[in-house]
């Protein structure tokens, strides 16, 4: 069974900090992962799309970067803004077309 | 486009009632599927579809139904309601069934069991 885990929990930054986001997945066989945002009260929007046959992507000052082998997808923000504080939320996409999530991460940029 | 819509946005309703929660998407999209999210447990899937007339269950289907006879809309009744279905819940679709990118998700609905 796939299980998603994100560390941390949630963490705090000051403005204008670059920081990195944690996703791990037990289960390599998987066709894609993606990146979420959730906006207090809201429902998620996605950011970014990682083919499993691809290593990084990119979107602004985004990038997301997978290690398939190792169970690992990485979010870097660059030059945060207290705009960027929301949670994030990567998700696993296998064969059985079921997105399975991680636990999320509550970031707070501090202005 | 009015994307995803879900009705109601809150409900509370007593044990052992029963409802259904409403999401239409209006982008003719295939997939379509349904969350629930609990603090400290991330999204997890209760039912998907991946087309009209096709349903399956996700990671927590039990005391739900779906169905979906049309493209737009993706209904999820309770067949009775536990103390243990207080949740959000959001409805979410995309165009592809097969990389579920991009997720085009509603703005949820916040369901209270007494």
């Known amino acids: 069974k796939q299980e998603v885990t994100q560390i941390p929990a949630a963490l705090s930054v000051p403005e204008g900090e670059n920081l990195v986001l944690n996703c791990s997945f037990t289960?390599?066989?998987?066709?894609?992962l993606q990146w979420f945002r959730q906006d207090p009260g809201k429902g998620l929007t996605s950011l970014l799309l990682i083919q499993s046959s691809q290593r990084e992507q990119t979107s602004g000052r985004l990038n997301a970067s997978l290690d398939k082998s190792s169970g690992r997808s990485t979010l870097y923000i660059a030059a945060s803004q207290p705009g960027d504080s929301a949670t994030y939320l990567c998700a696993v996409g296998g064969a059985t077309n079921k997105l399975i999530f991680g636990t999320g991460t509550l970031l707070a940029v501090q202005p | 486009n009015a994307g995803v819509t879900q009705t109601p946005k809150f409900q509370v309703l007593k044990t052992g009632q029963s409802m259904t929660l409403q999401c239409a998407q209006d982008m003719n999209h295939e997939y379509m599927s349904w969350y629930r999210q609990d603090p400290g447990m991330g999204l997890r899937l209760i039912h998907y579809s991946v087309g009209a007339g096709i349903t399956d269950q996700g990671e927590v289907p039990n005391g739900y139904n779906v169905s979906r006879s049309t493209t737009e809309d993706f209904p999820l009744r309770l067949l009775s309601a536990a103390p243990s279905q207080t949740s959000v819940y959001f409805c979410?679709?995309?165009?592809?069934?097969?990389?579920?990118?991009?997720?085009?998700f509603g703005d949820g609905t916040r369901l209270s069991i007494l």
């Open positions: 289960d390599s066989a998987i066709y894609n």
């Open positions: 979410a679709s995309s165009y592809s069934s097969d990389s579920m990118w991009p997720q085009h």
